[in-house]
Structures are given as C-alpha cells and as structure tokens.
C-alpha cells in the first residue's frame, strides 16, 4: 500500500511487523473455467540438459493469466517438434485452439538456441515462430518473452510476463529483531533480489515509468524519509526529509516529478517535487488529511484520499491546482486508488462492515465493482495491460501476495512457506 490511511489519521506511520520470505509461488485458485484451451509441447532438447524447462514456464505463465488453460502433459495425444510432424486433425479432437512446440539446442559453453512455433490448429497455419540464442541464465526471461509473444499473438493485446513485482517484506532473526527488506523479483515470483535492507520499516514502493528507478519511504534513521534508488547501480538519493510526514511517493507519467504527502507545514498535505529543479509545489490546501497521490496516465491531474468529506473518500484535483473533485460516494471508505493503464478506471480498497476488497471504479459511468471476498485487502497495483491486479491480504498464515483479473473472475495467491509479505508494487 501507499501509506494507509488509518495510520496517517491517527499521525503514525509505522506498521505492524510481518514475517517475510524472498521466494513467492503462485497458486491459482479460481476462475479458469472460460480458459481457452492451448497445448504446448514439452520442447525437445539437444545435447546438454538445460536448466530450465522453457515449455513448462510458457505454460505456467499462460494459465496465470487466465485467458489460456494449458492442456495436462499427460493428456497431449503426440510429441511434435516439428511442423511436419503434426496432425493436425487428432489435436482438434482434443478441442485445443493452439499448439506451441519448439526445441532447445546447446550450443556449448552455457549458451542455449531456443526455437519455438505457435500453430492455429483449425486453420491448420503458423501463427508466429521464432529463433533465438541466448545464455543459460537468459533461460527463463526467454521463456517469459515466448509468453508475451504466444499471448499478443491469441489475444491481441500485450502480455506482461517479462515484468517485475516489487514488495517489502520481514524477517524475525533468532534472537526476535525483525529485519525489513525491499524486494524485487519476476512477476512469477523467481529470480528475487534484495533493493534495501533495514531493522526499521520500509514502505511505499513506487515504481518510475522507465522501470530503471523505485521510490520508497524508509525509518532507516528513527523517521519517515523518502529515498529514490536506481535498480542497476543501488545508488540512492533521499528527496523528502522535512520535519513530520514524510509518505507515499508517486512518480509522474514523464518520470520527472514525484507526488508526495508531506506534514511539514503540520497537516499531511499533497505536494509536487521537480526531480532535476528540486522546486516544491503544494497542490492540497485543506484541514483534512490528504494521502495516497496517484497520477493519471495524462499527466494533468491526480488523484488521493481525504477525510475532508468526514470519511475517507477518493478525490481528483488538477496537477495545476483547483478545486478537489469528489469521486466515490458508494460505501464508508474508499482509498489507495490505482489508475489503470488507459486511464479509465482506479483500483482501489473498498470498505464495507469493517472488512476491506478491492474493487474497480469506472470513471465513467461511475460504477463500482467489488472483485474480491477477502477480508483484509490493500495496495493494489495495475498490471501494465490493465488485465490484472496486484494486492496484499491477509492469509491463514499471515500477509500474502494476491492477484484478480479486472473482471473478478480469476484469483490467484502468491503463496508464503509460513511467511508474510505486503506492498505490492507492479512495474511497468
């Protein structure tokens, strides 16, 4: 989450502790049934062994989605690996609309060629293929980028399994200290890496447009700071550390300006700070407490969460100043919104008799739809084709990771062995 409303109106900003690992493994756990069935082939392979299974990580990826339903292994009727071994008559039978086959050759020392054909299996053509050489740690981004292309290619619109999620999680050592740790890691869970870590909290995640930087809020020194860190280099600048509240970063659509909530002045206001000019511009004016900024994708306004109304409600107001405009009047609070990518639609945390779900606001038409049953949602963060949407609940065990599609008909978990994990964050 940004930083939750509750904690900024009772003037905190520090969180419960959580237990935490680094490796996330995806269950999902409904919605499948509309799934259009695909086959994909285990990949033939040649010579040394690779270290990983390109077909099954397809495969893993495109059930995620829930647009595709992968056919059982054990269910394939053959083993094609070329296009003149297909009959393509058998495998209608089985009431697939695609066919993926490919084969991994290697080709040395740690370097792996990788081909792969989609087929459309009533027309009976190639739909796409292609070949690629890569290294045998390139592997599973490979596999990734297969998804993409296999997705695009049956849908339409682009995939999102070569992304990166951002979460902050925490640990308990032996002796009961928790230690606090900004991750990284691909969208699937694997591949996590450690950005920052710390024995006080670390909150906020916000990614830049580029993908290059994130932005976060760290207790590291005994106070809310915000830090900007560059992903590649590790090398960090803090850009807010004003006396009070210092919360919540949002990056412009350009990368050039972050959105914060700072109490400097004494009441958690909405401010705009110019990243190359440092210059500092309020945009919030009012005695409530005002949190959570998130920029349209046009740049031209921005939306946040304020008690002005009496209640937590959503509101937008124009990055050049003005009047806030009120945008959600269904339920007792409504905040942490999430533009979606078109800029259609905010995600965002609905409460209704003390439990809180996601749900999606069109702002157009103004209808709100709750996607979730889960008691305790919150952060939730847009997949970059809008298809998806990334939040942290509450699980048996404690906080886990989960995922609904924006029609509410798929849900998936990120499961935890026995750990917690919060503040989802979506890259572009």
């Not at 680094?22 to 082939?41: H, M």
């Amino acid at each position: 989450m940004k930083v939750c409303f509750k904690i900024l109106w009772l003037w905190m900003l520090m969180v419960a502790a959580q237990n935490v690992s680094a490796v996330l493994t995806i269950e999902i756990t409904g919605g499948t049934e509309a799934a259009l069935p695909i086959a994909i082939v285990p990949f033939q392979k040649e010579g040394k062994v690779p270290p990983e299974d390109v077909a099954a990580v397809i495969a893993a990826d495109l059930a995620r989605s829930g647009r595709f339903a992968p056919l059982p292994e054990e269910d394939l009727i053959a083993r094609p690996h070329a296009a003149s071994d297909i009959q393509f008559q058998d495998w209608r039978r089985l009431g697939s609309e695609g066919l993926v086959i490919g084969k991994v050759s290697a080709l040395g020392a740690d370097r792996y060629e990788v081909s792969f054909q989609l087929f459309d299996i009533y027309k009976a053509e190639q739909l796409v293929g292609r070949r690629y050489q890569v290294p045998a740690a390139g592997l599973r981004h490979l596999a990734h980028q297969i998804a993409d292309l296999i997705y695009e290619t049956l849908t339409g619109e682009k995939g999102f399994f070569t992304t990166h999620i951002a979460f902050v999680t925490v640990s308990r050592a032996a002796h009961g200290a928790k230690q606090y740790a900004l991750q990284v890691a691909d969208v699937d869970g694997h591949n996590p890496h450690t950005i920052l870590r710390s024995k006080e909290p670390i909150l906020s995640p916000a990614w830049s447009p580029d993908g290059t930087q994130i932005a976060y809020v760290s207790f590291e020194r005994r106070r809310s700071e915000v830090f900007v860190q560059e992903l590649r280099t590790g090398q960090r600048q803090s850009v807010a550390s004003f006396p009070g509240i210092n919360s919540a970063p949002a990056w412009s659509p350009d990368g050039r300006k972050l959105a914060l909530v700072l109490s400097k002045e004494g009441n958690p206001e909405i401010y705009i700070r110019d990243l190359a000019t440092d210059r500092l511009t309020r945009l919030t004016h009012n005695t409530a407490i005002d949190t959570e900024p998130v920029w349209a994708p046009d740049g031209k306004s921005i939306v946040f969460t304020s008690d002005r109304g009496g209640q937590p409600q959503l509101y937008q107001v124009p990055v050049s100043g003005g009047q806030a405009q009120r945008l959600t009047f269904e339920g007792a609070y409504n905040a942490s919104a999430s533009f979606a990518p078109n800029g259609r639609r905010l995600a965002l945390i609905h409460g209704d008799k003390g439990q809180f779900h996601i749900a999606v606001l069109n702002l157009q038409s103004k209808e709100l739809q709750v996607l979730t049953q889960t008691r305790m949602d919150e952060s939730p963060s847009f997949a970059p084709n809008g298809r998806m949407i990334l939040y942290a609940t509450s699980g048996p065990q404690g906080g886990v990771l989960a995922a609904v599609s924006t029609d509410g008909r798929v849900r998936q978990r990120l499961a935890q062995q026995g750990d917690e994990v919060r503040e989802p964050a979506w890259s572009p």
